[in-house]
T-cell receptor, first 112, second 111 residues
Framework: DAGITQSPRHKVTETGTPVTLRCHQTENHRYMYWYRQDPGHGLRLIHYSYGVKDTDKGEVSDGYSVSRSKTEDFLLTLESATSSQTSVYFC???????????FGSGTRLTVV | QKEVEQDPGPLSVPEGAIVSLNCTYSNSAFQYFMWYRQYSRKGPELLMYTYSSGNKEDGRFTAQVDKSSKYISLFIRDSQPSDSATYLCAILKAAGNKLTFGGGTRVLVKP
């Protein structure tokens, strides 16, 4: 995926442990987003960022926190992972005046 | 009620058929309309983008928007097995920059 990388691609973790997912972009885009995708629910926005240190909640933000200390990196942290957070997580980016998103390849997270 | 509704399918068609996909939305503030294609185990990729009522064509793909009915459609002509994927509609409000997605329709084009 051009200019956007997610890591790790796959992760299995235990209930109660903290987990951090990373999104890295080389496009210098202002906006970054974290979505989760689940069967029957489609893509749901967790958190988004509109600039360095500027973040806001999406529709399913409980149990998640984010940080953006530099333009290129947007971190998603599950503070204490639960089985309900087993999902595929997608990061997306968009530029100012650019209404289309570019998505990463996703992180498949399993909480056991 | 979800802001954007989309039939989950699956929609199975023979190769060469026309695929017809649609979404309805509830909020008249939505101004920009997109279709994304997502292959299995991949991220969504932008297919079509429009901001006005009417039709927009790009090769075998036609996006149609009817703002008065709050209804958007995607047509795929001469469908190919490589078109087998999940298609997601996505809508953007005029203010802010957060996309709202439909749940996606899975399409299978059989050779």
């Amino acid at each position: 995926d051009a200019g956007i990388t997610q890591s790790p691609r796959h992760k299995v973790t235990e209930t109660g442990t903290p987990v951090t997912l990373r999104c890295h972009q080389t496009e210098n885009h202002r906006y970054m987003y974290w979505y989760r995708q689940d069967p029957g629910h489609g893509l749901r926005l967790i958190h988004y960022s509109y600039g360095v240190k500027d973040t806001d909640k999406g529709e399913v933000s409980d149990g998640y926190s984010v940080s953006r200390s530099k333009t290129e990196d947007f971190l998603l942290t599950l503070e204490s992972a639960t089985s309900s957070q087993t999902s595929v997580y997608f990061c997306a980016i968009s530029g100012t005046g650019d209404n289309g998103y570019t998505f990463g390849s996703g992180t498949r997270l399993t909480v056991v | 009620q979800k802001e954007v509704e989309q039939d989950p399918g699956p929609l199975s068609v023979p190769e060469g058929a026309i695929v017809s996909l649609n979404c309805t939305y509830s909020n008249s503030a939505f101004q920009y309309f997109m279709w994304y294609r997502q292959y299995s185990r991949k991220g969504p990729e932008l297919l079509m983008y429009t901001y006005s009522s009417g039709n927009k064509e790009d090769g075998r793909f036609t996006a149609q928007v009817d703002k008065s009915s709050k209804y958007i459609s995607l047509f795929i002509r001469d469908s190919q097995p490589s078109d087998s994927a999940t298609y997601l509609c996505a809508i953007l409000k005029a203010a802010g920059n957060k996309l709202t997605f439909g749940g996606g329709t899975r399409v299978l084009v059989k050779p």
